[in-house]
């Protein structure tokens, strides 16, 4: 009896270490998911909050850290006006444009809200080297946005309950 349930344990083992690959590739892809933005790929507020928390932490006497936060005026309105997908698109834009202006100089850009970033600025954060993040945020957002869309007409037939699109437009 005791020789019969060895070799199904080897097995068992064996299934196992071979599906470890996957499980480790689905704990970073969950670990990813619940530390950046869906819609522009930024770290988000929970991200943000862990590495402050790891500064703080970390933090000598003299270390100064720097935040710079943006908050896209009016944003509401185009959402109004033009529907959430334009508004999402417009996001992801914003990001990018953001994304690039701090890239090269070790920052941690975060979406926390709906059309609100933050910067952080790791130590040495001096009020120059903040001001002058702060001023590259400002000059990346200073062109106007292309946003490119499709459109497709559409018309409700008397007595149905069937949309029917047209051929769509680019």
Do not use: W
Not at 86 to 114: E, F, P, Q, T, Y
């Amino acid at each position: 009896m005791l020789s019969q349930q060895l070799p199904r344990r080897r097995r068992h083992r064996g299934r196992t270490n071979k599906h470890l690959p996957q499980k480790n590739h689905r704990h970073e892809e969950l670990h990813r998911q619940a530390h950046h933005d869906p819609l522009t790929g930024l770290p988000n507020r929970r991200m943000l909050t862990e590495r402050v928390d790891e500064l703080i932490a970390t933090a000598q006497p003299e270390d100064r850290a720097g935040f710079c936060f943006a908050d896209l005026d009016h944003f509401k309105a185009i959402n109004d006006r033009y529907g959430h997908n334009v508004g999402d698109k417009a996001l992801s834009a914003v990001a990018a444009c953001l994304r690039k202006s701090v890239r090269d100089h070790h920052c941690l850009l975060a979406r926390i809200d709906g059309d609100e970033f933050v910067v952080l600025i790791p130590p040495p954060a001096s009020t120059s080297r903040t001001t002058l993040n702060a001023d590259r945020l400002l000059s990346a957002l200073a062109d106007p946005i292309i946003i490119a869309a499709s459109l497709g007409p559409g018309a409700l037939m008397p007595g149905s309950e069937n949309i029917v699109a047209a051929q769509s437009l680019s």
